[in-house]
């Protein structure tokens, strides 16, 4: 299992990059966001990738995070989704915005991805619920894997999506919640919405009690 591969970036394609690991080239297939978000060419880059391996087939998926190559592994576990269709999620969503989606019940956001029609993305919902909390309280720290060694090229912005101390004060609210006897699922959809109008934890927080409090 080749599970990170770093070396240097020679090509960038629409779909997927050209990594020079000691003089072999690794063709690693990646979302939109992650392409963009990687810096140019001839850069040092580190990747955490999945192998998938058929009967004719060896394909390398790279991801910035750990937590975006989990949520592959658990979009592709989704009947009707493979590769391709987890990508493409994570290419418009990204990982916090899977795992927002996710605790929300947002099937429409998942539905948003090119290739992915009402009825799966309503699966990918009701089928992945129940591992948002975990896969939200590790989002804390996740930083992408750029190899920042010799000089370093200024990397392209990537693409606008939540604030990067977002997920770390939700990631802690999640916990003080979980903490406070909330079930984890009911917690994880509290925090998702409070995070609309909240960047700290305290704010977080505050906001998920009062979602979560009992209606009069």
Known sequence: ?????????????????????????????????????LPPVRSPVALWTELLVREDLLQLFGFLTLQEREWHRLLTSVQGIGAKGS????????ADGVARAIALGDANAVKAAPGVGPKIALRVVNELRGKAPAMMLKETGAAPLIETTGPAPSAEPAPTGEPAGLAGAQAEALSALSNLGYAPVDAARAVAQAADGASDTAGVIRAALKLLAPKE
């Open 1 to 37: 299992m080749i599970g990170r591969l770093t070396g240097r970036l020679d090509h960038k394609g629409e779909d997927h990059v050209l990594l020079d690991v000691n003089g072999v080239g690794y063709i690693v297939h990646c979302s939109d966001r992650t392409i963009a978000a």
């Open 87 to 94: 990508l493409a999620i994570l290419g418009v969503l990204g």
